[in-house]
């Protein structure tokens, strides 16, 4: 099968690129290779991927309208899975063109070249920052979530609108997933899992915000993988004991998440325990866009694909410190 891939020289379009590779399939990625965090280390995900039958690359930006459309005249992909997005939280309070710039204007090319290359199923990523400040957790696809609290999380809300009205309009099946607090090895140095580590190791203090008074539901990056191989299998609509006959557009929304959030200390905990060293913590308050707690209802994703995440935090915090120790010799 032939299926794009594109952020492959992101975190998560890494390890599903390799994946799909894996299992014979063709995957053309792309990526833009911006700067946002270290170009080295996405270079040495994609020297990894290079070597992987059934792939290539292409540096593209998926803003670049004219560049998309001709990626996908000239491929015909029967699958495309977006990965590829401004990432960070706090980073859209200092640069929100460019979160408008790829979430925005890059989704509906995607969408457009979906709509004219007819693309089987698009899976896109959306993020659990769609949940704001809701309070009732675990945190449902059912839920309202009409009160994002950063860039970040509206843009991500606007992709799964705009994915809904391509759906309703011209019958590409979509699927959106929220992905909560991913991480693992080759993580994002701009996450907590690699900011912590690096510096715990390094004997400098890390941050702790709003007194440690902050949960989240961490979910290893192969149960993250995991998820997107399976339900990319599985295109809306379907039928099944509570949905026999489906009305309306062929879209839908999972959870993607271990489903039982950790206090931040508690991770911090994890960490010292991995590397055998105790940080240095200083508390600082709540940061804008930032919110208290996430929580995965993962059961639809569950009883759609029969998968559930369910790798111990301990035990994919122990991953990454050894892949951290090795890959910058620590």
């Not at 989240?216 to 299998?233: K, L, N």
């Not at 959870?255 to 991770?267: H, T």
């Not at 998968?307 to 910058?328: I, N």
Request: net charge negative.
């Amino acid at each position: 099968m032939k299926i794009l891939v594109t952020g492959a020289a992101g975190f998560i379009g890494f390890h599903t690129t390799r994946r799909l590779c894996e299992a014979g399939h063709e995957v053309v990625g792309v990526d833009n290779l911006n700067d946002y965090y270290s170009v080295e280390l996405k270079l040495a995900r994609l020297e990894r991927l290079q070597s992987l039958p059934g792939f290539s690359f292409l540096k593209l930006d998926i803003a670049n309208r004219e560049a998309m459309a001709t990626l996908f005249r000239e491929h015909r992909f029967e699958r495309v899975i977006h990965l590829a997005a401004q990432a960070g939280v706090r980073y859209s309070l200092d640069n929100p063109h460019a979160y408008a710039d790829s979430n925005l204007t890059g989704f509906v090319n995607i969408l457009e070249g979906c709509r004219h290359g007819d693309v089987k199923h698009l899976v896109y990523a959306s993020s659990s920052s769609v949940y704001g400040m809701n309070s009732k957790v675990p945190f449902s696809t059912e839920d309202a979530v009409d009160s994002p609290v950063s860039l970040y999380a509206a843009t991500k809300r606007a992709n799964e609108l705009m994915a809904h009205t391509y759906a309703h309009l011209y019958g590409i099946p979509v699927t959106g997933l929220r992905f909560f607090t991913v991480y693992g090895p080759w993580g994002r140095p701009d996450m907590a899992p690699f900011k912590f580590t690096k510096a715990i190791l390094e004997g400098q203090p890390i941050d702790i915000y709003n007194g440690g008074d902050m949960s989240r539901d961490f979910t290893y990056v192969d149960d993250v993988v995991e998820g997107i191989v399976r339900i990319q299998d599985c295109p809306a609509p379907y039928a099944d004991e509570s949905d026999e006959v489906r009305n309306g557009p062929p879209a839908r929304l999972f959870n993607i998440g271990l489903g039982s959030p950790v206090r931040l200390l508690d991770f911090v905990g994890c960490i010292e325990a991995a590397t055998g060293v105790q940080a240095i913590k200083q508390m600082k308050p709540m940061q804008p866009g930032d919110v208290p707690q996430t929580w995965a209802d993962a059961s639809a994703l569950a009883h759609r694909t029969g998968f559930r995440p369910a790798t111990p935090l301990a035990e994919g915090v122990a991953h990454f410190v050894d892949w951290y120790r090795s890959f910058y010799g620590v």
